[in-house]
């Protein structure tokens, strides 16, 4: 786990209840592996037909009980194929790519500010990208730890059921393959399952759900740091003071916390 992780989470008692911000159940998948679970925090704004496929395809069972089938140490955690190989399709069509989006400035948090460009959130999920004339913002999802991809094959617009999560940052992934989440809880899953192409003795993902489709009992009650607030700028800046001029949007991540419980009547 990544240091600045350990010096938030160390931190979180110190921030208020104006800081967090709830986590939406639509856009929160629910992953249940032999290593733990795994929730991801989903981003259509930057990539809606991967995630609409990614919902469809967990609320149709397709993802349930699939391996871990390439799984690369300092890489990625590969998985999602019906057939648990590489090049494995769902019935339903392939997707275009969506390496790029756009959106208003107002729904994103930027971190990085340069000549050349800006890196931010959308939600707790990274990106690089350029400000518009028009005041929008033109990105591309930034391949940090824990970030959600689709794989495909050679062609950019073979994309369909695979998914994978980064247990390191590559960035030469960006503009390559489209990210559509982030994990926000469960990396150290990400991180301990088994290593091959395939494995040996592979993990699975034993059942996938958006939280919105549990019952409200046992949906994960989460929030995230809000990145709007203050304890989120105030930290922000003692990342920027400890990296310096290296610092970087892959150096981010947003703490995630179990909901309070709610207050007696």
Known sequence: MLRTLGVAIAAVGLMGAGDWRDLDPETALVIETTKGRV?????PAMAPQAVARVKTLAREGVYDGLQF??????FVAQTGNPNNRDGGTSAHPDLPPEFQFRIPAEAATIVVERSDGIEGLVGAVPFAGVRLPDGRIRGWGAYCPGVAGMGRQA???TANS????MRAPARRLDHEYTVWGRVVQGQEAVLTVAVGEPPKVPDLMLKV???ADLPPAERPRLQALDPAGPAFAARLAALKREKGAAFTVCDVDVPIREAPAPAAP
């Open 162 to 165: 695979e998914i994978f999560f």
């Open 69 to 74: 089938h390439r799984v690369i140490d300092g």
């Open 209 to 211: 759900r958006v939280a």
């Open 39 to 43: 929730v991801v925090e989903m981003a």
């Open 155 to 157: 062609d950019p617009g």
